[in-house]
């Protein structure tokens, strides 16, 4: 998994629910650049290409962040404020998963520019067919912003 | 001051009126007795003096009529001397006394008739006595014209006559001035007499006025002390009501405090209340949110973990442990929609309802296409009429309508025609809405569990269910002022009844003409 050129950013801080998403996604073939920030620090690290990520370069921003919101350290919702506010990530699709159906949330998330909220079913068939969804919806049927980078290798892999 | 109590001031005011009355009533009386008193000494002193001033005339009178006839008596006697001298002796000298008094008595005469006119006893004597003058001077005359002729004495004896003429003018004078005198002693005597009983009357009155005016000291005297003692009550009566309104409203200031104080304590454990539902809303809340997150990931990881378990080592497992990944499949699903239901439920509690009219005939047909999967492959009439337009949240209405339809769907299962009615009536005036099943109902002596969170009146094997979809019907319902009930019999069905707020009387007429039976 090269961080150079990544596809999804996953940021989930369970090992279990990122297990099930990476197994979900692999199925569809959409695995194959993905990069799991387990807390919220490290995914904005990540997207700014700060700490850990300072040789990353903003020439190749994520194509699909899905993002938990309960995190430790920097919460979800913190981490969807600063990509959008900042005009050099806020046009990169950003997907709420998480648990929560809380109402408030949801109006949050939205008034953040989340572009989308899911709430990640229990079932794991729900849940595979959810990510599948998501995954085929942002990587290949949406068309992104001109100068979002978007390779076509990934759209091949579908 | 209330109404029903006795004004304080009343009776001091009429008091003070009466006194004030009384008092005016007695000084006027007492002014009037002392006028009365002191003109009636004022007249008797008048009188008296007037009395006094009447006896000195008639002495100025008596004295004035003694006079004269004692001026009468001389000249005449003056007259006579002197006749008979001259005539004794010739001289002329002598008859000085003669030529002076004899003009004289004319005018003394006619002053006696003058000052005797009131009295004709003195006029008859008058009467008398002018002839008695007028002989004695005649003689005397004719006596000086003898001794004239003659100039000779008269012989002895002569004036025998003249003298006897005299002693009759003397007599008949002495007469008149006895007459006089008795007169004026008769008059003194009787102002005499009457001075004692002017002194006495005078006396009387004085002592009156003293007497009057010793009472009028006393009664004076009285009328202030009973004016003063009035005075006195009066204040007094203020003074006690001042000290009854002080008295009140000092009562009153501290009732006031004591319901201020009330206030403040009420409020202050209305804010304590207040704060411990905050609290305990607040805790519901992150419990509820805890569950929904918390909760629902570790189930995710179960149902996750044992469907990629069934996928790909399924073919190395024997059947038997293939039969129990299923049944952890299922066990998982299961909890994952109890812990919605759940979830759903308390949410309910601290929703906002957020109400607008709604055709709930087109809710109902919402949610019968939202069913379509489950009755699939099933014969099922739906039969749905007549129903209005309510104000209300259409999506809990809608959910309401999800639980009723799907439980309907669910218990009649068993037949092999389904009839589901969705329908309004009327019961006291108010509009109803019902669904009614031809499933297997319940017996009515389970009815009042029916509503309660996780009751179930049948076998999970039989019906699949959580129990809470009737306790979120009732919660719906009971936060739009509205009442759910069921009517059931075991093998016949069940109808559930349920109001809700007012409805829009126009529209669901023109929906009722609208919406015919539907299958």
Same mark, same amino acid.
């Given at each position: ?40 620090? &490290?995914?904005? &690290? ?32 913190? /981490? ?22 809380? &109402? ?17 079913? /229990? ?10 969804? /998501? ?10 912003? /001109? ?12 | 001051?209330?109404?029903?109590? =006795? ?48 006896? +000195? ?59 005797? @006119? ?87 009155? +004085? ?22 003692? @009035? ?61 929904? !997150? ?38 998982? =699903? ?145 936060? !739009? ?13 069940? =109808? ?24």
């Amino acid at each position: 998994m090269s961080s150079a050129e990544v596809d999804i950013l996953l940021v989930e801080d369970n090992q279990d629910d990122a297990e099930l998403a990476l197994h979900a996604l692999r199925r569809e073939k959409l695995a194959n650049n993905i990069f799991v920030a387990r807390d919220g620090e &490290e995914a904005l &690290e990540f997207i700014f290409c700060a700490g850990a990520f300072t040789h990353r370069s903003f020439e190749h921003p994520p194509k699909l962040i899905l993002l938990d919101l309960k995190l430790p350290k920097v919460d979800g919702m913190e /981490v969807l404020k600063r990509l959008k506010r900042d005009a050099r990530t806020k046009t990169i699709p950003v997907v709420i998963m998480t648990s929560s159906k809380e &109402e408030r949330d949801l109006v949050k998330g939205y008034g953040l520019g989340a572009n989308s909220y899911i709430q990640k079913p /229990v079932d794991f068939d729900q849940f595979r067919e959810t990510v599948k969804q /998501v995954g085929l919806y942002w990587l290949v049927t949406n068309q992104p912003p /001109v100068g979002n980078g978007v390779s076509q290798t990934s759209r091949k892999a579908t | 001051m209330l109404p029903n109590e =006795t004004p304080f001031h009343s009776p001091g005011k009429q008091r003070a009126t009466a006194i004030e009355a009384l008092l005016r009533l007695k000084v006027i009386t007492g002014f009037v007795v002392a006028a009365l008193l002191t003109s009636f000494m004022g007249f008797l002193s008048w009188r008296s003096t007037r009395l006094a001033a009447d006896d +000195a005339d008639w002495v100025a009178h008596t004295y004035a009529v003694l006079g004269t006839l004692d001026a009468t008596l001389r000249h005449t006697a003056d007259v006579e001397t002197a006749a008979r001298g001259f005539a004794l002796t010739g001289e002329e000298p002598l008859l000085a006394p003669f030529d002076s008094a004899l003009p004289l008595i004319g005018s003394d005469l006619d002053t006696l008739r003058h000052l005797t @006119a009131d009295n004709p006893t003195q006029q008859q004597r008058l009467d008398a006595l002018e002839p008695q003058i007028s002989a004695a001077l005649a003689f005397s005359k004719r006596a000086v014209t003898q001794r004239r002729q003659t100039r000779a004495a008269p012989p002895p004896g002569t004036f025998q006559e003249s003298e006897q003429l005299m002693e009759t003018v003397r007599a008949t004078i002495q007469d008149m001035q006895a007459a006089e005198t008795g007169l004026l002693d008769q008059r003194t005597g009787k102002a005499k007499a009457a001075k004692p009983l002017t002194k006495f009357i005078t006396l009387i009155g +004085a002592i009156f006025g003293v007497g009057f005016l010793v009472v009028a000291w006393f009664a004076i005297n009285r009328e202030i002390g009973v004016n003063a003692r @009035a005075r006195e009550e009066i204040s007094a009566l203020n003074a006690e009501l001042e000290q009854r309104v002080e008295q009140r409203t000092t009562a009153l200031q501290s009732s006031e405090r004591e319901v201020h104080e009330l206030n403040d304590e009420l409020e202050k454990r209305v804010m304590q209340r207040t704060a411990q539902l905050q609290a305990a809303n607040q805790e519901l809340e992150a419990f509820t949110y805890s569950v929904s !997150h918390d909760l629902r990931a570790p189930l995710r990881h179960i149902s996750g973990f044992s469907k990629i378990l069934a996928e790909e080592f399924g073919s190395t497992l024997d059947p038997e442990a293939q039969r129990y990944l299923q049944r952890i499949q299922e066990s998982t =699903t299961r909890m994952g929609v109890l812990v919605d239901d759940l979830l759903n439920l308390a949410r309910l509690g601290r929703k906002q309802l957020r109400c607008q009219v709604t055709g709930l005939d087109s809710v109902v047909q919402e949610v019968i296409s939202d069913l379509k999967p489950e009755s699939d492959g099933r014969q099922v009439e739906w039969k749905v009429s007549n129903l209005p337009f309510v104000e209300c949240d259409p999506s809990l209405i809608k959910q309401v309508f999800q639980n009723l339809l799907s439980n309907a769907l669910k218990y009649t299962r068993p037949r092999a025609s389904t009839i589901i009615e969705v329908n309004q009536t009327n019961a006291d005036g108010q509009p109803v809405v019902f669904v009614r099943d031809n499933g297997v109902g319940f017996s009515m002596k389970y009815a009042d569990k029916l509503f309660g969170v996780f009751q179930r009146l049948h076998r999970s094997e039989d019906f699949e269910g959580t129990g809470v979809g009737l306790a979120t019907v009732q919660r719906i319902i009971q936060k !739009h002022g509205g009442r759910v009930w069921v009517e059931a019999e075991l093998d016949k069905g069940a =109808t559930f009844y349920f109001t809700i707020g007012i409805p829009d009387q126009t529209q669901s007429k023109s929906q009722a003409a609208a919406a015919g039976d539907q299958s």
